[in-house]
């Protein structure tokens, strides 16, 4: 509780505004930094600008163990972050609101969030462009055609607006033995053959 009261009093002075509309209700630490960025974002006009450099921070991150190590490091002083997250930052061109969310993070004690803050910017940026993250899984990994094919059944479903456009991803799980698991949004079609199989045997065991 203390954690998100300090959270919300550190993008509170970051950015407000009653004229932004944000396009989904984030919740968790990592939702009021990412929401704040956003808000600021908009009011500039620097929605894209932003998100292009944070998909950049995102990728040295992944690629950089050590500066990962680095954000991460509860040892390491706040003070000697911030200068660090600079000089990463002073190597590109990265925008003005870019460079002083990092100066906030930093300054806050909540770099090794970093990653976790992206993603939530990026959830955000995805709602705001009308995209709907959907999850295709299966026992092995789908072609083209079949993708399309699940992504188009989707498409034409009351679950699916005409101004909402679909973002499909394929996660291979061979423990679900056939069949597909559809996530998206709140909601979970689960047309799995190990699914079925655990319903038939419930249904065997109370018949018992």
Do not use: C, W
């Not at 944000?22 to 006009?45: C, D, N, S």
């Not at 706040?78 to 925008?95: F, H, P, S, W």
């Not at 003005?96 to 910017?121: C, H, M, P, Q, W």
């Amino acid at each position: 509780m203390f954690a998100a009261r300090r959270a919300l009093q550190a993008t509170r002075g970051y950015a407000t505004s009653a004229n932004i509309q944000v396009p989904a209700v984030l919740h968790g630490i990592e939702g009021r930094y990412a929401t704040a960025l956003y808000t600021a974002a908009a009011k500039k006009q620097a929605l894209d600008a932003v998100e292009t450099d944070l998909k950049q921070v995102k990728r040295v991150v992944e690629k950089d163990s050590k500066l990962r190590e680095f954000l991460e490091n509860p040892t390491i002083n706040r003070i000697e972050k911030k200068a660090g997250v600079q000089q990463l930052l002073a190597a590109g061109k990265y925008n003005d609101l870019t460079k002083n969310f990092f100066d906030t993070l930093a300054e806050n004690g909540r770099l090794y969030d970093t990653v976790k803050i992206i993603n939530s910017y990026g959830s955000l940026m995805s709602a705001y462009r009308g995209e709907v993250q959907v999850t295709i899984t299966s026992a092995k990994e789908l072609d083209a055609k079949e993708v399309a094919k699940v992504k188009g059944y989707l498409q034409k479903s009351s679950f699916i607006t005409a101004k909402q456009t679909l973002v499909v991803s394929n996660k291979v799980n061979p423990s679900i033995l056939g069949g597909l698991v559809v996530e998206f949004g709140d909601k979970t079609i689960d047309l799995s053959v190990s699914s079925k199989i655990n319903k038939l045997n419930q249904l065997l065991q109370e018949a018992i």
